[in-house]
């Protein structure tokens, strides 16, 4: 899953990005509206998360223009303020869901699951592939009821993947989820080792991903 936060706030936000990204989610931060509108133009997500107030306007105002154009990506939405007028506005706006400052970032990182979940259609705790069960809820694999030890980053490409099984996924995409825009020392190579390692432990479970050169990869599942 790859994530754009939109806060200004740099204690808050260095600490909802480690909290999400020791849990395998990739995130960009914008601290305004300007950065957050670069971001966008040149990158999708998977999930928004949009404080209100920012130092260049509000954040209804971004909400605003990404419904306007058609862009259906979950948007939480932070806020401190309580007035449930002010709440109700929001979700009117196109927002998805949103959360009171302050929170526990448990909270906020299950709500960012929910969203990106809702969106990818997948709604059962368990998804069963050959020998293996999936839970993106719990972060766990396991073949043949023995949890796998993958990397978060391993647990996010096959996450990817899962999401996608049976369509070939670019090795761009791949990326996208992956790496965020700070891995600034990370090649398009990276995904080629990543996938390897994945093989390598996935083993003979039932499921392969398969490579369409040229193309990207493919989950696939025996029989």
Do not use: W
Not at 155 to 184: A, P, W
């Amino acid at each position: 899953m790859r994530l754009l936060l939109v806060e200004d706030t740099f204690d808050m936000a260095e600490a909802i990005m480690i909290r999400l990204e020791r849990s395998g989610i990739a995130c960009d931060l914008g601290r305004d509206l300007s950065q957050a509108r670069e971001f966008l133009a040149v990158q999708s997500y998977d999930v928004v998360v949009l404080d209100i107030n920012l130092p260049d306007g509000r954040g209804t105002e971004l909400l605003k223009e990404m419904r306007a154009r058609g862009d259906r990506t979950p948007i939480l939405v932070l806020t401190a303020e309580f007035s449930v007028d002010d709440r109700v506005s929001t979700l009117n706006s196109g927002a998805d869901d949103y959360l009171v400052k302050p929170f526990d970032h448990r909270e906020l990182e299950a709500r960012v699951r929910a969203l990106y979940r809702r969106e990818a259609g997948d709604k059962a705790e368990d998804i069963l592939l050959g020998q293996l069960s999936f839970n993106a809820t719990a972060r766990v694999v396991r073949k043949d009821g023995t949890p796998l030890p993958l990397t978060r980053r391993e647990f996010t490409l096959l996450e990817v993947l899962v999401r996608n099984r049976g369509k070939v996924v670019s090795k761009e995409r791949l990326f996208e989820g992956i790496f965020s825009f700070d891995d600034t020392d990370v090649g398009m190579n990276a995904v080629e080792l990543y996938v390897a390692r994945l093989r390598k432990k996935l083993g003979e479970s039932g499921i392969r991903i398969a490579t369409q050169r040229g193309l990207g990869y493919r989950l696939e599942v025996d029989g």
